[in-house]
């Protein structure tokens, strides 16, 4: 590309062309990654967009945005068709956890004796492994009713050796 051109790029544009000089270099397990990536981040896109047009309309339909809290928690498991990806809807952030992650996860919530000690052990498990899901999910502790709804949304749908 001109040097004269490349002062004229937008922020996108410039790392459109990064991203396209960058796949030279990518093997092809690489760039299925990479495509897997793409596709998560377009999904969670889809979901952000449907997810406002939902709460816009409110529970009246007349427009009000209903307050979190008022609702309940909000909690959904969805898994990726080869199921190697799961993606965990906590209130409205959405997070994508690997198999292994799951696993892990499933693991934690029947190895407990009551939901309440699985939301202790998940919370200090998601502490110091996955901070982000914590923080978007906006769980501040393991006491969080979002993080209760989580465990008790694993233990009914999951079954150790399924996840």
């Known amino acids: 590309m001109e040097s004269g051109k490349r002062g004229n790029l937008t922020g996108r544009e410039r790392l459109v062309g990064e991203i396209i ?10 760039l299925v ?9 377009l999904h969670n896109a889809r979901v952000e967009e449907l997810d ?3 709460r816009r309309k409110g529970p009246a339909g007349d427009g009000t945005i209903q307050p979190e809290t008022q609702r309940g928690p909000a909690v959904a498991v969805e898994e990726s068709p ?10 409205t952030a959405r997070k994508v956890l690997s198999l292994e992650e799951m696993r892990q996860v499933v693991r934690i919530c029947h190895a407990a004796e009551s939901e309440k000690e699985a939301a202790r052990r998940l919370y200090a498990v998601l502490q110091r492994e996955r901070r982000d899901i914590l923080m ?3 769980i501040e502790g393991a006491g969080s009713p979002l993080l209760g709804a989580l465990v008790a949304t694993l233990k009914a749908r999951y079954r150790p050796k399924e996840a």
């Open 52 to 54: 406002l047009k939902r």
């Open 21 to 30: 000089a960058a796949l030279e270099h990518i093997d092809e397990e690489g």
């Open 82 to 91: 080869d199921r190697k990806a799961f993606f965990l809807t906590l209130g």
């Open 136 to 138: 978007d999910g906006g």
């Open 33 to 41: 990654f990479l495509l897997e990536q793409a596709n998560v981040l």
